[in-house]
T-cell receptor, first 115, second 111 residues
Framework: KAGVTQTPRYLIKTRGQQVTLSCSPISGHRSVSWYQQTPGQGLQFLFEYFSETQRNKGNFPGRFSGRQFSNSRSEMNVSTLELGDSALYLC??????????????FGSGTQLSVL | GNSVTQMEGPVTLSEEAFLTINCTYTATGYPSLFWYVQYPGEGLQLLLKATKADDKGSNKGFEATYRKETTSFHLEKGSVQVSDSAVYFCALIKNNNDMRFGAGTRLTVKP
């Protein structure tokens, strides 16, 4: 079974631009969660999508948005990029969603650098 | 709200040394607790978990015991190897909310 796939692996953008990241979950998994990882803040929860609906949302500004398609693939978009958005963005999939006793499967991440 | 606090790194040990990484949590009731590990250039992988008080999670020589009385879930290994060098994250989840992670502890094991 293929794991969680994130593309692209690396991205370099400039301030003010927008970016779209993609995540393909493990086949059969209906939940996709997104996290931002930075050295100073650790892992910060962005949002979770389940069956094409946003189920949970973290404390990030509206510039961060996402969506999920009928095949469970998910995209995350960041508009008007700021230097502080430079981070590793991790996607995690699970069968039925984050909850008690639920294991998350992580992708290798997209490393975004904003110049 | 629910949160996890883990010891700051980095931690540097010699091969075969004993490892402890402290983790404490704040949550009402009984969350599920996890340790995830991130090897260089990779995403996180579940290392072990415990879902109720006094449960012991174990995997690859690592252990952690869910202590309700001290709200802790410390990670231990009796004899670390160079291949254990990674970043370790303590995490909790409760009531279908998002999984909350600690800041991560970088472990370097030297031969």
């Amino acid at each position: 079974k293929a794991g969680v796939t994130q593309t692209p692996r690396y991205l370099i953008k400039t301030r003010g631009q927008q970016v779209t990241l993609s995540c393909s979950p493990i086949s059969g998994h209906r939940s996709v969660s997104w996290y931002q990882q930075t050295p100073g803040q650790g892992l910060q929860f962005l949002f979770e999508y389940f069956s094409e609906t946003q189920r949970n949302k973290g404390n990030f500004p509206g510039r961060f948005s996402g969506r999920q398609f009928s095949n469970s693939r998910s995209e995350m978009n960041v508009s008007t990029l700021e230097l502080g958005d430079s981070a590793l963005y991790l996607c995690a999939s699970s069968l039925n969603g984050q909850g008690m006793d639920e294991k998350l499967f992580f992708g290798s991440g997209t490393q975004l650098s904003v110049l | 709200g629910n949160s996890v606090t883990q010891m700051e790194g980095p931690v540097t040990l010699s091969e075969e040394a004993f490892l402890t990484i402290n983790c404490t949590y704040t949550a009402t009731g009984y969350p599920s607790l996890f340790w995830y590990v991130q090897y260089p250039g990779e995403g996180l992988q579940l290392l072990l978990k415990a879902t109720k008080a006094d449960d012991k999670g174990s995997n690859k020589g690592f252990e952690a015991t869910y202590r309700k009385e001290t709200t802790s879930f410390h990670l231990e290994k009796g004899s670390v190897q160079v291949s254990d060098s990674a970043v370790y994250f303590c995490a909790l989840i409760k009531n279908n909310n998002d999984m909350r992670f600690g800041a991560g502890t970088r472990l370097t094991v030297k031969p």
